[in-house]
């Protein structure tokens, strides 16, 4: 239906079917458990009779469900009509221009504020990046991150944390994870860090600061050792 996306973007707009307009119908349905869709609405419509009635509101379910379209069709027709008429060419064009300048420039700032994106502006070192892992490698060693060096990898984790329980997470989780960090240096020769994250304030630090030495030193090595 080709106007279906504006029925869909009007209906979410005014809320014309959250729960506390026709009921919690995912709830229902499971409790229900229906195997043909007329017992559904049987159903529906009993549940929703209750409901309506809970309300205060004197409309049988169908009357209820059709004046709820017809709120739909003037929101529709009358009131997006006219903020679709007050809009100008001029609002368009900013628009346009907000989006892929400004906005974009937010997001890269955002994403350079986040733990990663500090850690990749300390380390500062030429043709060394910062990569998202593969969702296999969070699932087989735990690592959230790699760097890639030479045809060795290392691998990073990042723990959020709170400032007074970062010492006694440090020790647990790299007893929890272990042996699967130890799996993934034997597999792309790089060793594993954990890097803790807290909140200060708004804004996300890194707590083990000692820890960007070690990866340092760690990209140090898998360098050296390459032929």
Known sequence: MAKEWILNMANSRWGLTKQNRVGPVAAWIRECAPKEIQEWENFYFKKLEDF???KDINLTPA???QDLGKKLYIKITEVLR???????????IEYIKNLVINRTFEGYMTEKETIYGQLQEILNIENIKIESAPDEWDRLYNVDFFIKVNDKYIGLQIKPVTFE????FATKWQEAYKVSHEKFTEKFGGKVFIILSVKRGKDKVIFNKEIIDEIKKEIDRLMTDFP
């Open 165 to 168: 329980h970062a010492p006694e």
């Open 63 to 65: 009357e209820y469900l």
């Open 82 to 92: 006219s903020e679709i008429d007050e809009v100008t060419e001029e609002e368009c």
């Open 52 to 54: 309506l009635k809970k």
